[in-house]
């Protein structure tokens, strides 16, 4: 039989035996009924106290994560949004694709007063990097439970990085957008300005920010976006020249004030828009000068003899008279007391009463058309409500509802009312372009564009003839130093020279000069009003008047801008006889009508 370990040997034993040795077997574990279900409630409720823990874990950090950031969830500094302090703003260019204002990014310091634990060497460490700022300014910011406050705006690169490098609880810094004029003051009243929260509080900035900017700030689409670019009309080239010559005249003719303005009369874009005084734009507050407004669109002056170009035209377009009519212009003209009797005193024709810019031809000329038609057509031509252009600036004319047989006289040749000379510009440029009035427009226009807005004011023929009248002064009449200085080119305008009035009274040392003009004329494209406020006579040989002065200057200007704007010296023979046809001027024997 087989040999068997018996389990009650020992070791010894089995090693002395003959079997092999073989493992004893080990005793089965004694399970309690229960045990199990025990283990897996401990397990259970191990598991439970855990995770008790990490959510309170959590809340309590989330808690204290509110309480420190309570403030960002308002998302304000100073009652002014993120979304607006960091907003973009388009940049704007000229025509040509210049720019002439765009953002830069720019770092500014604001505090968390429910951060700071030590006001005190908070506001003396900040003062090692910034000691501009005021201690005991400072600390009153520094203190109390606002969630924001600014420390200071628009800090370079450098200061930031040293004031991060103090490691100051509560003090912070936000990237702002900062507006930078690249020209400088050269298109201050065209651009405007921003405020310091990159705001449009002036000129085309402001226009903008009507238009649709403020609404994309508002919502935040505008933060840290690239923005549509906004195209104006202006040329920065021609500004340059316009301005340069402005102050240049200033100078010369030792003038408080200058102003000028050039438009395209067939689109109403305007190229160049020049006031001065005026301002840097990259430091608003040099705008504050009251004697930095813009004349050309928000002041307001008697135009002088400029305005007989509206009241010839209009009485020629009436057909009242025809341009080859004679007027009576011997004996003054008396209303009551009232004489007015500044004028050659002779017979003449339409076009001389033009050319000699005589008042008494000219109220004769009024009185055949009739004051009422006088004052409907200022309001055909636009002198009855503010200019359309874009500008916020926008000065309304004062223009009575209707003209007493005084009221009618003067303001025949632009004395008794007021108007901008963006007004008178206008209208101008209308009687250049076959009649039609586009409104004036700083932003970029198509020629298809301007056809839609465009109304006629006179007719074609009416046009032909002020374009005559135009180019016949510049040969022959007050027009003839402009013309002198614009060699090559053909030109043609018209002089105004207005009293100022001085508390309430004309006076008879100080005025305001005016010419308007056009070019080239045997197809005219542009329109130009230049203005000089108390211009002195230049030499014993010269006075203070428009022909004098602003007649000259806009010669030098059209010399300058006309090659940029494409347009070359004439050598065609025959315009000027073309456009110098007879007017005026009734041939020998030739039955005339005197009125």
């Known amino acids: 039989m087989p040999l068997t370990a018996d389990p009650t040997m020992t070791t010894a034993d089995h090693l002395d035996g003959a079997g092999p040795l073989r493992p004893a077997q080990s005793h089965p574990e004694i399970i309690v009924p229960g045990t199990a279900r025990i283990h897996n409630r401990i397990t259970r409720g191990r598991i439970a106290i855990v995770a008790l823990l990490l959510v309170a874990g959590f809340l309590l950090i989330g808690g204290r994560l509110v309480q420190l950031g309570q403030v960002r969830l308002d998302d304000t500094i100073e009652g002014v949004t993120r979304d607006i302090i960091q907003a973009s703003r388009p940049p704007i260019v000229d025509r040509n694709g210049i720019a002439i204002a765009v953002d830069i990014r720019v770092p500014s310091l604001y505090a968390e007063p429910r951060r700071i634990v030590d006001v005190a060497n908070t506001a003396a460490q900040l003062r090692t990097v910034l000691p501009d700022l005021d201690e005991d300014w400072l600390r009153q910011r520094l203190s109390g439970d606002k969630g924001f406050v600014w420390l200071k705006r628009e800090l370079t690169p450098a200061l930031e990085d040293r004031v991060m490098a103090l490691g100051l609880p509560g003090i912070d810094f936000i ?24 705001q449009g509080i002036a000129g085309m900035e402001l226009a903008i920010d009507r238009d649709d900017l403020a609404v994309l700030q508002e919502v935040g689409l505008a933060r840290g976006a690239e923005l549509e670019p906004k195209v104006l009309s202006i040329d920065t080239r021609v500004q340059y020249v316009m301005r340069s010559e402005l102050l240049a005249a200033l100078a010369r003719f030792r003038a408080i004030a200058a102003a000028g303005a050039i438009v395209d009369v067939k689109t109403g ?5 020049v006031s001065l005084p005026d301002f840097d734009p990259n430091e608003p507050a040099t705008a504050l000068k009251p004697e930095s407004f813009n004349r050309i669109t928000n002041g307001t002056f008697e135009l002088g003899s400029t305005f007989k170009t509206i009241t010839i035209a209009a009485a020629l377009d009436s057909g009242a008279v025809g341009i080859d009519d004679m007027i009576d212009a011997r004996e003054g003209v008396r209303f009551g007391r009232f004489l007015l009797d500044h004028g050659r005193h002779e017979i003449m024709s339409v076009s001389d009463v033009f050319r000699y810019s005589d008042n008494i031809g000219t109220i004769r000329i009024m009185e055949t058309m009739g004051k009422d038609k006088l004052r409907a057509f200022l309001g055909t031509a636009g002198f009855d409500q503010r200019s359309g252009i874009e500008l916020p600036e926008r000065a309304a004319p004062r223009v009575p509802e209707s003209f007493s047989d005084v009221a009618a006289a003067t303001a025949s040749y632009g004395y008794g009312f007021a108007a901008t000379p963006m007004h008178m510009l206008t209208a101008v440029a209308a009687l250049m372009n076959k009649g039609k009035l586009v409104p004036p427009t700083l932003f970029r226009r198509s020629a298809a564009e301007a056809a839609q807005l465009a109304r006629p004011i006179v007719s074609s023929r009416t046009s032909d003839e002020m374009m005559y009248l135009f180019r016949m002064n510049a040969l022959l009449g007050s027009g003839r130093n402009m013309d002198a200085e614009a060699v090559g080119y053909r030109t043609g305008g018209k002089t105004g020279t207005a009293e100022k009035t001085i508390n309430g009274r004309y006076s ?32 014993a040989r010269s006075t203070r008047e428009a022909g004098w002065n602003v007649a000259v200057v806009s010669g030098q200007i059209i010399q300058r801008i006309a090659p940029m704007l494409g347009i070359l010296p004439t050598t065609v023979a025959g315009i000027d006889d073309r456009l110098m046809r007879i007017g005026g001027v009734p041939a020998a024997g030739a039955d005339v009508t005197v009125r």
């Open 269 to 273: 874009e305007v190229i160049a828009m």
């Open 175 to 198: 990237e702002e957008s900062k507006r930078f004029y690249p020209a400088g003051s050269e298109l201050a009243h065209v651009i405007g300005s921003v405020n310091v929260d990159n």
């Open 508 to 539: 008879k040392t100080k005025n305001v000069t005016v010419f308007t003009s056009a070019f080239p004329m045997e197809d005219p494209r542009y329109a130009m009003l230049v203005m000089l406020d108390e211009a002195q006579a230049e030499n």
